[in-house]
């Protein structure tokens, strides 16, 4: 299993990035799929998550309203697509992929623990 994360960057605050994650060697749709960052001497954190078939999705609260997860299964592919981007959001962006049964269980898409694969990572910069 791969999955391949990119569309990082080095933007002024206000600006807008799309990342995608390419994904290979599962059956796409069989997974719920999430994006986390992990900041300089921060925990990995969760950003937003989509169920296998895209019909649910939620958000940490820092980015709601700002960032939109969505997802082609056709093409394999999640993406997060981050608008009004603030300094604070700077940080080394994962995709990572969880079993769907995941979404059935409260929250638990939330938690880094539960997904089994990630993806390389890509930095995301907002200058100020």
């Known amino acids: 299993v791969q999955l391949q994360a990119s569309g990082g960057g080095l933007v002024q605050a206000g600006a807008f990035l799309r990342l995608s994650c390419a994904a290979s060697g599962l059956t796409f749709s069989s997974y719920a799929m999430g994006w986390f960052r992990q900041a300089p001497g921060k925990e990995r954190e969760f950003v937003a998550a989509i169920s296998g078939k895209g019909g649910s999705t939620d958000y940490a609260d820092s980015v709601k309203g700002r960032f939109t997860i969505s997802r082609d299964n056709s093409k394999n592919t999640v993406y997060l697509q981050m608008n009004s981007l603030k300094p604070e959001d700077t940080a080394v962006y994962y995709c990572?992929?969880?079993?769907?049964?995941?979404?059935?269980?409260?929250?638990?898409?939330?938690?880094?623990?539960?997904?089994?694969?990630w993806g390389q990572g890509t930095q995301v910069t907002v200058s100020s």
């Open positions: 990572a992929a969880t079993i769907s049964s995941t979404w059935l269980s409260g929250t638990s898409y939330k938690d880094p623990a539960r997904y089994r694969y």
